[in-house]
């Protein structure tokens, strides 16, 4: 005969697991990845864009190509593993771009946290290009603008 309080507490443990399972898949499309947080001693431009998780659709020539720019021209995105506004960020850039970001995890250790207050990091996520920062979700064309990148006409690859 079944015990009297085990009947009670059968659904509470599949509630929990549920909530945990959940919390789980949640957690781990907005906040992991198979690469390492970015460091405190390395530069951005070495970074394969921390832990804001995979982008999920292969980046196109332009996307690899604007990603070179900023990296050359100094620019660092400032973003937060959780933030699902920089994942939306980095997704724009699609994989490979992706991995490439100058990437810069403001929460992930207590050392990420001080170096973005010591870079006065208001929001997620923040773009800062040669001391002028841009806040919130850029698309690929503002970023490209407000770098000054300059992008390939489509079809001029010299091949008839």
Known sequence: ??????????????????????????????????????????????????????????????????????????AIFYGAWWCPHCFQQKNLFGTEAGRRLPYVECDKDQAGRERCQSATIRAFPTWDLDGERREGLLTIEELGVWSGFKAKAEGSTGSR
């Open 1 to 74: 005969m079944p015990d009297a309080t085990s009947g009670h507490r059968l659904p509470a443990r599949l509630l929990s697991l549920a909530l945990m399972s959940l919390s789980l898949v949640l957690v781990g499309a907005a906040g992991s990845s198979r690469n390492p947080a970015l460091a405190l001693g390395d530069s951005p431009s070495d970074n394969s864009s921390g832990s804001l998780g995979e982008a999920v659709s292969p980046s196109t020539a332009e996307q690899k190509a604007l990603v070179e720019h900023l990296r050359t021209r100094g």
